[in-house]
């Protein structure tokens, strides 16, 4: 039992950037911690942006698809912020070592997103679409607030 | 109104895959297919593995972070899927074509750990520790069972 554990963990972390640490994150180098953060932006770029095409009427509006992209968003925006490990404004990021200059507000604006999203996925649950594009924007402002100030261009 | 919505969607939406035709996903290429199930799979090792080295006993149990852990492969369970789009057998991924050739089975295994990850996230709101070891135990058993028929080695 003890040795099928060890494999069946092994499979599914295949290819992960697990240390064995007891650090909080988990992450053995910058790097690491710099794709985490980017793939969770890109799969959430990827499914608010579907969203926005369905608002703009680029694509035909679908309660059920729009509200999982919502939990999706909602879910992925909890993610990147533990991959903003100390020393990984250096490599390849957009990030700008402002980030860790004035982490207790960029912590803030990353929380916002959290729970701009969190709203958006009740919105998204209402027959209510002024109250859902309402929402929609609050939480795209997060990206372009932060993007502003915490981003290379 | 209109344009500040189109800035905050494309600042929201930078660097994402998204197309704005009517499919049902958005991706524009194979590539952007693989990259976004290559993220998915990539944060979804990292937590899994987490709660493994808690688990194990590489790390302290945390009973509240192997309950985020366990929200969050329940939510990127769900992603992987939506990349395997046809076509996408190549390019640079593991994917064995088999998947494409047996596609109802590859789903039917990618849903199977979308419920295994559910049902994993309520176990770890209990103090159940056994039936929280089980659900992880067959949530792992996913992974292998999948990488096993439709993964080069």
């Known amino acids: 039992m003890k040795s099928n554990l060890k494999k069946s963990i092994l499979v599914c972390i295949a290819g992960s950037v697990l240390a064995t640490t007891a650090q909080a994150n988990n992450f053995k180098e910058a790097d690491d911690a710099i794709h985490y953060r980017q793939s969770a932006f890109s799969l959430l770029a990827y499914n608010f942006g579907d969203m926005g095409a369905m608002l703009k009427g680029k694509k035909p509006f679908d309660a059920q698809a729009f509200n999982l992209r919502a939990e999706n968003v909602a879910a992925l925006s909890k993610l990147p912020l533990e991959g903003f490990i100390s020393g990984s404004d250096k490599g390849e990021t957009g990030a700008l070592a402002k980030i860790w200059a004035e982490k207790s507000d960029f912590d803030a604006k990353m929380k916002q997103l959290q729970q701009d999203s969190a ?11 002024k109250a859902l594009k309402q929402a929609f924007m609050k939480t795209a402002k997060n990206c372009k607030g932060c993007h502003d100030v915490y981003k290379k261009d």
């Open 119 to 129: 709203a958006l996925a009740i919105a998204a649950k209402s027959d209510d679409k």
